[in-house]
């Protein structure tokens, strides 16, 4: 606020001090006007050009009145404005129907002030680039002057401009599938009953994606695939997530944004919400638009928003804070405690997951290897990558995280268990890594959704830039590491996330091109992969240390779960016959 102060009353400051120091120049002020309030016939007897001082008064002092004036006017309104919203602001607190009910008012006329103050403002410094050089030098620059002049006037045309977007509807821009209620009448009767039993208004649309979150949002979203525009209240599902919560804590979770939806916060989100965002916007478009002389003349009225923004920031973020505690309260009455606290568990937990998955999807596709299913890719990482994390340090990360939403800010996890009185020393690991697939109840086609999603975020990476050379094919190196690997890990007829992880790791040194996704593909269908011993004959012909250090690769393998199984046992005697290899002790 003191910067956004310093920075709005700096010119009116300066106009009124250089209006002063010239008419100081000039015996004062008082004496100027008594001199131009004489006659011509007063003025001959004191003046040899009496006309000149005339033209003097009419045009130079009347300028500098002018500026004088309008430095007052401008400092006075910059103050009034400062103290409007820091008063409002204390006025308005966490109540959300005064921030719903003030704030849209207010903005409109405050960006409106602000217009005509940059306008003002600088003109008043368009002419001080004038008057100042003429009284100091006695000349001027008058291409510098006009720079300024229209620079104030553009500014003033932008931030009018920007007023427009105060009265938009803001959108929000998804990559998901509508989920039509004829199409999908199991997920829409859920979710009703969901609605019913917390007493909450059911969403208008629900749309379902590959994002690792949950949200309900009453702003406008448009699907980006289909170039579909959604109005009225909206639930996001995460596919991917819903395959890894269990009914109970997908209702949980459902039930905390549907809580959204109830009377006290549709207001506030509708009303209020928008105009926040939209400020917020106006900000950052008038910040990126700010060059030269128009950025200069933009300076103040940027500072000054900036410090509207934040004046309420304080209070938003203690309304978003009770806003999550009330909706987590209707999520355990939709569910229980422990299916929300175990679904939050979830969510953050996982959802760090999925920027890996897209990063290694990205490297694929550069390749030209196409993943048909990166909902899948997800479950699995999810699957082996958490496994062998100690609950101490899941917990430790899980904590602190917040989850992401794209129009409202969240609590810490910490303290949204606390609210709810669930102690953090119940949760179990077992519990994290079950795998709920909670939409195998609700969705009838889920490998369907998945792929399309898959294909479209594709197209997405491409339109991003991402060139996708023809089809790759994985080298011989590679089939023969991964079949040999993935044969390994299922000798002894289980999928241990220990071996996989450790097979991954030690696949990575060993081939620089190693996929663990194409790897998983190969460890997740053990009953097509090739026979071990005609893999291993194939390559009989390799050097003798590729093979020992494939031998080994295979033994740690083995070694990582602790249970050195009499089939795994046999694999290595064979292999180590087929290739004659020469150990040491």
Partial sequence: MYKAAFFFLLIPIIGILSSFYIFEKYGGIQEVEEICSLTISQLQRIYESPNAVREFCTNDIGQLKILQTSSYISFIASIMLLVLFKVTSIYCGTNRDKNALIFPKLIPIAVLTIGIQVLVQGLILAYLSYIIPIHLAGSYFPIFTLFIGLGAAIGCVQVFSSLLTFFEKPKHNEVALLAEKEKYPQLWNHIEKISKKISAKSPENIIIGLDPTFYAISSHVRLIQSNITLKGETLFLSLPLMNLLTIEELDAVIGHELGHFKAKDTFYSTKFAPVYANLAKSIQNLSDSSTGATGLAKLPAILVLDAMYNSFAENIAAISRNREFEADKIGSQASSVNGLAYSLAKIVTFSNLWQQTIYENIKRLSKGKITVNLSEVFKDS???????????????????????HPT???????????????DISNIEKEKIMFQGNASENLLNNVKEIEEELTEFEHRIQVSLGVVIPEKGNESGAE?????????????????????????????????????????????????????????AESCIGWE??????????????????????????????????????????
């Avoid at 699957?383 to 992401?404: A, H």
């Avoid at 969240?410 to 949204?416: A, G, L, Q, V, W």
Wanted: aromatic residues 8%; glycine residues 2%; charged residues 35%.
């Fill in 544 to 585: 003798h240390e590729t093979k020992l250090m494939i031998y080994k690769f295979l033994k740690e393998i083995a070694d990582s779960d602790d249970d050195f199984d009499k089939k795994e046992q046999e694999m290595l005697i064979k292999l180590k016959d087929i290739w004659s290899l020469r150990l040491k002790d």
């Fill in 479 to 535: 089939v023969i590491i991964y079949s040999l690997a993935a044969a390994m890990i299922g000798a002894d007829g289980r999928i241990e996330n220990d071996e996989v992880r450790v097979a991954e790791e030690l696949g990575a040194k060993l081939l620089e091109d190693f996929d663990r996704v194409d790897f998983r593909i190969y460890v997740d269908n053990l009953e097509k992969i090739p026979d071990f011993i005609k893999v």
């Fill in 382 to 404: 999810a699957s082996y990558n958490v496994s062998n994390r100690d609950i101490d340090e899941i917990i430790q990360e899980t904590l602190p995280s917040i989850i992401k």
């Fill in 408 to 422: 409202d800010s969240h609590p810490p996890i910490s303290e949204r268990y606390n609210n709810l009185n669930f």
